[in-house]
């Protein structure tokens, strides 16, 4: 499992133990916050309502002042015990996601990505968006703010999403009434193998690791040149590349008390501040 792979590493080469310092759980995105700093991010893709679960809750109150990898460990073995798709399990697994960011962050340096053949950029110059070849074939796994400008780029481009009637848009006009997205075909995640199959680059959300789907649609991108984006994806990039990843394009918070006030304070619009306290980064094999 790719987040237990991560988990030993740290185990293995963290040097230091930082102590969670504060939990933030937002409608869209969770938040954790080390004693030195280090603050790690992970999309929120609850469903089915507000996160209510009170022993949960109670357990969470308890973790603020723990080393953050115990507390890593827990929470793995706590969304192992639960239905998978849970609105606990999801919520747990995103924190764990995000600590694990924030853990990764001492592994994510130019020196020591480096000594493991992996080149660093930062700057959103090269930003998951930028790396679609024109008239090429795309797959985009989640919906995401990039699909339009992928489509003006790919000669197709197809997104897969486990409720793709949520993404439709009806357009009325003197000419009757047509739908979209109409830059790409929105398909049901039931079958994105197909599309997989059909496509030169697949670009594959983050919090699929969330969603604990990741491992399953990267065995389906076997041979295709795989992108994986957004800020859930920054951490420990081994397990990633192992499993036939090209790039990782991702971020990390450069202003951590901004980033508590944000998810605080910004509620679902938290993303569109994301540039005030985070800076995109690219890890990509040598």
């Known amino acids: 499992m790719i987040l ?29 916050l080390l004693n030195n700093g280090d603050m790690g991010l992970a999309m929120n893709i609850r469903s089915g309502g507000p996160f209510n679960d009170s022993i949960i809750k109670k357990y969470l109150a308890e973790n603020p002042g723990r080393q953050g990898l115990d507390v890593a460990m827990e929470l793995q073995e ?40 992996y080149e ?22 989640g919906f995401g703010g990039m699909v339009r400008n992928v489509a003006k780029i790919a000669g197709k481009t197809y997104v897969t999403e486990l409720e793709p009637e949520l993404f439709r848009s009806t357009i009325f ?31 594959i959300t983050g919090c699929t690791l969330v ?4 491992e399953e649609i990267l065995a389906q991108c076997q041979g295709r040149r795989v992108i994986i984006y957004g800020h859930t994806a920054g951490l420990y990039p081994e397990p990633l590349f192992k499993r036939g990843v090209s790039i990782i394009s991702t971020g990390r918070v450069t202003d951590p008390l901004l980033m508590v006030d944000l998810l605080t304070n910004c509620a679902g619009a938290v993303e569109r501040f994301f540039p005030l306290a985070t800076e995109d980064m690219q890890i990509c094999i040598r």
């Open 78 to 117: 706590k969304t192992l015990q639960l239905p998978s798709d849970s609105n606990s399990a999801l919520v747990l697994r995103s924190l764990l996601v995000a600590l694990l960011n924030a853990l990764s962050r001492p592994l994510l340096t130019q020196e020591q990505l480096e000594t493991q053949g």
């Open 211 to 214: 969603s604990n789907t990741m």
């Open 173 to 203: 006009s003197a000419q009757g009434v047509s739908y979209g997205p109409q830059c790409a075909q929105v398909v049901s995640s039931e079958n994105a193998a197909a599309c997989f199959r059909e496509s030169d680059t697949i670009f």
């Open 120 to 141: 660093l950029t930062v700057g959103a110059q090269q930003h998951a968006s930028q790396q679609v070849r024109e008239g090429e074939k795309v797959s985009i796994v």
């Open 4 to 32: 237990q792979e991560i988990i030993d590493h740290l185990q293995d080469k963290l040097t230091d133990q930082p102590k969670l310092e504060k939990i933030v759980i937002n409608s869209g995105f969770s938040g954790m």
